[in-house]
């Protein structure tokens, strides 16, 4: 590990960008299937429970968005870390570690879905107005870590022994 990281901000900041496409479009793909599924075979958006909806917002997106970065990150890095130079370092590269990592990283995403779908069902009621200002520190504590600190380090990386670092043909 290294104790002073010098990856600039600019890299950081067009990794999450690019990453954040990548879930975009991946959400874009799951809506366009799931409506046409719809529309086709049911004829129509059928009424969901908020159980429902918040068991369909966890397994076709976060868990599946969490099993590819996983994915990624242990083969190499995301999409977006890869285009902006960046590496993942493991103080003992596994997957397991890989997926601590990710389910950290994702986690306020999914606290952010439980709070828009609870909302939705309840009127935002105080609820999902604490899940959403979880959602949003956390967020925001886990961002001025991996920017702010000398190691760029952050729980994700502290808890699964890894840190984000420039890629070793960029140090050269």
């Known amino acids: 590990?290294?104790?002073?990281?010098?990856i600039p901000f600019t890299a950081r900041i067009k990794e999450l960008c690019i990453d954040?496409?990548?879930?975009?479009a991946y959400l874009l793909c799951l809506f366009a299937v799931s409506?046409?599924?719809?529309f086709m075979m049911l004829g129509g958006i059928p009424t969901f429970s908020e159980l429902h909806s918040q068991l369909i917002a966890?397994?076709?997106?976060?868990l599946?968005?969490?099993?590819?970065?996983t994915y990624l990150d242990f083969k190499g890095g995301s999409i977006g870390k890869r285009t902006?130079?960046?590496?993942i370092y493991f103080t003992h590269r596994s997957f397991s570690r890989s997926f601590v990592r990710n389910s950290v990283k994702f986690f306020p995403w999914q606290i952010g879905h439980m709070?828009?779908?609870h909302g939705v069902y309840t009127e935002f009621d105080t609820m999902s107005i604490v899940?959403?200002?979880?959602?949003?520190i956390l967020l925001v504590i886990m961002f001025l870590m991996g920017t702010m600190r000398r190691d760029r380090r952050h729980l994700r990386d502290m808890l699964a022994g890894t840190q984000v670092q420039l890629a070793k043909r960029k140090q050269e």
């Open 64 to 69: 599946v968005v969490v099993a590819l970065f």
């Open 1 to 6: 590990m290294q104790q002073n990281n010098p």
């Open 84 to 87: 902006a130079e960046l590496e």
């Open 35 to 38: 409506m046409a599924c719809y």
């Open 20 to 24: 954040w496409l990548v879930i975009s």
């Open 131 to 136: 899940l959403s200002l979880i959602s949003c």
């Open 115 to 117: 709070a828009v779908i």
């Open 58 to 62: 966890t397994f076709a997106s976060v």
